[in-house]
C-alpha cells in the first residue's frame, strides 16, 4: 500500500512538473509574442514613429549596396570598353650588338606576330603597329606635329574604337595600300572645324597624299595614357611602311576570344615572342586584368564602408525603440505589478519587453527591406535602365535590425524585470 501512495506521490509531481513547463513554453512562444503584439496595437502612432527609424535605416543599407553595385558595374562596364580581352605586346629593353660593336633594338616584326597567331589558340583579332611622326599645316602658316600609327583593319576591333563619321580602312584598302587614313575627333576638328567636313578632305604627309575616310574616337577619355593622343592619324599598316622604312614593331595587339583567356593568353605570347628573340631582350605583355581586378576590390570596399555608414542609421533608430519602451514600461507600471502579482518571474517580464522591442525593430527591417528593394526592381521594370539589386543586403538589414532590437531591447526589458511588485501596484 505504502508502495502505491508513493508512486502516486511521484506521479503527481512529474505531471506537475510536465505542466510547468509546458506552461513556461507557450508563455515563451505564444503568449509573449501575443502581449507584444496587444501592446503594438493599443499604441499604433507612437510604435509606428518608433519603427521609422528602422524602416530608414534597412532601406538605407539596401539602397547603399544598390548605389554600390550600380557604380561598381558603370566603372568596370566603362574600363572595360577599352578592351578586357586586349593583350598589348610592348618592347621593353634589350640589343643585338653588331660586328663593328654597334647595338640594335631587338624590336618584334611581323613574323613575331604571325607565329603566335599560329601557336596560340583563342586569339580572334590581332594588328601590328608602326609608328611615325610628322608635322602637317594647320593654316595660317601654322604646322602641328602628328603621330602616324599603322595598324591592320582589325585594330578597330582590338581597340574598341567610335566611328564618328565616315568608315574605317577595310582589307581591301589593306591589300590595295590604299593612301587612306581616319583621323582622330580632337585633331579632325582642329584641322577642318568638325567630324563631318573632315571626310574626305586631302592631307600630305612625307609629300604623300593622303584621303581622309573617317574619324574616329575611343570608347572613353584615356588622358593620354594609351597609344592614342588627340594628334593621331590612323593609316594602313601597309602604308605606314612607306613613312618608316622598317617592319619593326613597336607594339602588336591580340584580342582574345574571352577575358577568362586573357592572363594565360598573355604568358604564351611573351613565351612565344621571347623564344625568337635573344634572352637579353625583354617583352611586357599589358592587359587589363590586374585593373578590373583591383577596380572590383576596391568599389567591393567602398561599398561595405557604405553599409557600416548606413547602419549607423539603424543605431539611431534603435536608440528611438529605448526610449520608446522606457516610456511604454513607465505608463505600464501598474501591469506590470499585476502580472507579478500573478507569478510572472522576471525572466517572463524581461523576455516579454524584449520580444517587444524585437518585433518593433524587425518589423521595421521588414518595411525597409521592402521598400529598399522594391525602389531599384521598379526603376528596372519601369524604365529602360537596369539597376543591380543588392539581394545579399537584405538578410544583413534583416539580421541588423534584430541585433538591434536586442541590444537596445535589453536596458528597458531589464528595468521593467526589475520593479518592485509591491511598488508597481502602489503606482498611478
Do not use: C
Request: net charge negative.
Amino acid at each position: 500500500m505504502e508502495t502505491t501512495i508513493n508512486s502516486r506521490t511521484e506521479l503527481e509531481v512529474n505531471s506537475f512538473d510536465r505542466t510547468l513547463a509546458s506552461a513556461n513554453t507557450t508563455m515563451i512562444f505564444s503568449e509573449v509574442l501575443s502581449l507584444a503584439v496587444d501592446s503594438f496595437r493599443a499604441s499604433k502612432a507612437r510604435f509606428l514613429l518608433t519603427m521609422l527609424g528602422m524602416v530608414i535605416g534597412s532601406a538605407s543599407i539596401i539602397l547603399v549596396v544598390t548605389v554600390g553595385m550600380t557604380g561598381k558595374q558603370y566603372a568596370l562596364d566603362t574600363i572595360s570598353s577599352l578592351g578586357p580581352n586586349k593583350i598589348e605586346m610592348q618592347y621593353s629593353g634589350g640589343s643585338i650588338i653588331g660586328p663593328d660593336n654597334t647595338t640594335t633594338p631587338d624590336n618584334m616584326t611581323l613574323a613575331d606576330m604571325q607565329a603566335v597567331v599560329d601557336s596560340v589558340p583563342g586569339i580572334v583579332a590581332y594588328s601590328p603597329m608602326l609608328e611615325d611622326h610628322d608635322p602637317i599645316s594647320v593654316g595660317g602658316g601654322i604646322t602641328k606635329d602628328t603621330m602616324l600609327l599603322g595598324v591592320s583593319p582589325q585594330y578597330r576591333q582590338v581597340r574598341g574604337l567610335i566611328v564618328l563619321t565616315g568608315r574605317f580602312f577595310d582589307d581591301q584598302d589593306a591589300g590595295a595600300h590604299a593612301k587612306v587614313a581616319v583621323l582622330n575627333q580632337p585633331l579632325a576638328i582642329k584641322l577642318f572645324g568638325s567630324e563631318l567636313a573632315a571626310v574626305d578632305q586631302t592631307i600630305t604627309i612625307k609629300g604623300i597624299p593622303l584621303t581622309i575616310i573617317g574619324v574616329f574616337k575611343e570608347s572613353i577619355d584615356t588622358y593620354g595614357t594609351s597609344e592614342i593622343n588627340d594628334q593621331t592619324i590612323l593609316i594602313p599598316y601597309e602604308v605606314a611602311r612607306y613613312f618608316t622604312g622598317t617592319d619593326n614593331l613597336k607594339e602588336i595587339f591580340f584580342k582574345m576570344a574571352d577575358s577568362s583567356l586573357v592572363a594565360h593568353g598573355a604568358e604564351q605570347i611573351t613565351e612565344q615572342i621571347q623564344k625568337r628573340h635573344r634572352p637579353s631582350s625583354i617583352y611586357h605583355a599589358e592587359t587589363l586584368v590586374g585593373i578590373l581586378n583591383t577596380m572590383n576590390k576596391v568599389a567591393n570596399d567602398l561599398t561595405w564602408m557604405l553599409v557600416i555608414v548606413a547602419a549607423i542609421t539603424l543605431v539611431v533608430g534603435g536608440v528611438g525603440i529605448m526610449n520608446s519602451m522606457l516610456a511604454n514600461i513607465q505608463s505600464r507600471t501598474h501591469e506590470i505589478g499585476i502580472r507579478k502579482a500573478l507569478g510572472a518571474t522576471r525572466r517572463e517580464i524581461r523576455l516579454q519587453f524584449l520580444t517587444e522591442a524585437v518585433f518593433l525593430s524587425l518589423s521595421g527591417g521588414m518595411v525597409g527591406t521592402i521598400v529598399g528593394l522594391g525602389i531599384p526592381i521598379s526603376v528596372g521594370l519601369l524604365t529602360p535602365y537596369k539597376i543591380p539589386v543588392g539581394w545579399l543586403a537584405a538578410p544583413i538589414a534583416l539580421a541588423t535590425s534584430v541585433i538591434v532590437g536586442v541590444i537596445f531591447g535589453t536596458v528597458p526589458a531589464n528595468r521593467a524585470a526589475r520593479l518592485n511588485p509591491v511598488d508597481t501596484l502602489k503606482y498611478e
